[in-house]
């Protein structure tokens, strides 16, 4: 197999996995708005695998150019330059990974914004809470008596 053969397919591989990383972070994000966590963490599990395969293949590649004799960190651009055939092809699955990244980027710049924005929420409704079953340390009217400064009343 060709240098250009293997590197196809390693970029193949790595484009099916950020393919399926792009609809997890789509997925992630109802999930996120919908405030499930269960299926949260399920997503987070699935996207480890993803990132997993992502490294291995990533690995691949990198031996790939040490095998023949390639600067392992040279941008795809450059490397297209270098094969005198294929061109096209290489440089059309250097389009779509480049194009899906930024997609992930976006999506994941999102999804941490809600997240955040959740956990402001929580923390304000925790602060609400724990303030409003504080008791009061000054009252003009009731001196000596605990002023009763509750959310909730428990009487049954």
Known sequence: MTFKD????????ELDALISLKELTYDKTDVIVNNQVEELQEIIKKEEELINRMALAEEERINLLYSWGVEKNIPLSRLVEKVPEGKEELTDLGEKLFNLLEDIKIRND??????????????FNINLLTSASTSATYDKGKKGQEVKNKLFDRKV
């Open 6 to 13: 293997e590197l196809i397919n390693i970029l193949k591989e």
């Open 110 to 123: 999102l999804n941490s914004q809600l997240i955040e924005e959740n956990l402001q929420w929580l923390d």
